[in-house]
């Protein structure tokens, strides 16, 4: 008998909070069918048998006008009140068109078992700022809390916030604790006009510079060459691409093995 009042109820409006007899009569649900099923709820579960069961609301295709909306308090929407499971139409009036919301209780927090997913082709993580107004920031860490004293993090900073666009990457503070950046061809770092300022090949360990330093040094590079004479200024060092890179790899300004060279002054 349960299962067919709660059956019949499903084919009326129930698609907003319904807290008693009154709700579930404004909702549109017969009087006496809204006492029977608001009376026999009570303080029990819901348990549906179906392998597939839908909550959903009384509209049809192109007029989905409306919310539904699960709360673990008293209102719905209200944070102060417990957290909220939110989901709106996509016809629904306002930006809120299409959205589904998760809402965690003032205080509380979400919590979530398993792996993320996401089906799109391009997945976007941001803040829910607007453009020129990007003061919030994302912190990702690998321990219980944020910083280093829990674990490695990475934290990003919208362009108008407290380190503006910057990015950190941080590992934990404990021994051991290296950053490792595995890359198959060029580990390369661009200027945001897209000119290459750094590369370097995890293949050969060569490593390439542009540009001038802020000491006032450049970077020169002729194959097998000494600095002394790649470099029309002073020499400072220079690198043997043509052995793996390490200790090795460094030459002083004499030794004619030298590819890359650094300079004291723009040579």
């Known amino acids: 008998m349960k299962r067919i009042l709660l059956a019949l109820g499903l084919l009326f409006s129930v698609t907003a909070k319904a807290d008693n007899t009154s709700d579930l009569m404004g909702l549109g649900m017969p009087g ?3 006492g029977k099923i608001g009376g026999w709820l009570g303080d029990n579960d819901l348990a549906f048998t179906a392998s597939s069961y839908e909550i959903i609301a009384n509209t049809s295709n192109g007029s989905d006008t409306k919310n539904i909306c ?8 209200d944070q102060g009140r417990g957290g909220y499971f939110q989901a709106f139409g996509t016809d629904a009036v306002g930006a809120d068109a299409g959205d589904i919301y998760l809402v965690c209780g003032t205080g509380g927090q979400v919590n979530l078992f398993g792996d993320m997913i ?5 997945f976007s993580f941001t803040a829910n700022t607007s453009d020129g107004a990007d003061t919030k ?6 321990g219980g809390g944020n910083g280093p004293s829990r674990g490695a993090y990475i934290q990003l900073f919208g362009n108008e916030g407290t380190s503006s666009g910057a990015v950190y990457i941080q590992s934990g503070d404990i021994a051991g604790a290296d950053v490792i950046i595995p890359v198959t061809d060029d580990l390369v770092v661009e200027s945001p006009g897209g000119t290459d300022a750094l590369v370097i090949d995890t293949a050969t360990s060569a490593i390439t510079f542009a540009g001038t330093s802020s000491a006032g040094w450049s970077w020169q590079f002729a194959a097998n060459q000494a600095c002394n004479t790649t470099c029309t200024s002073a020499c400072i060092g220079g690198i043997d691409t043509g052995v793996a890179f ?4 460094f030459v002083g300004c004499s030794t004619s093995s030298a590819d890359t060279c650094l300079c004291a002054g723009v040579s």
């Open 32 to 34: 006496a069918l809204a």
């Open 70 to 77: 699960i709360s673990g308090g008293g209102d719905c929407g």
């Open 118 to 122: 996401f089906g799109e082709a391009q």
């Open 137 to 142: 920031e994302i912190l990702i860490n690998g």
């Open 246 to 249: 390490g200790n090795s790899a």
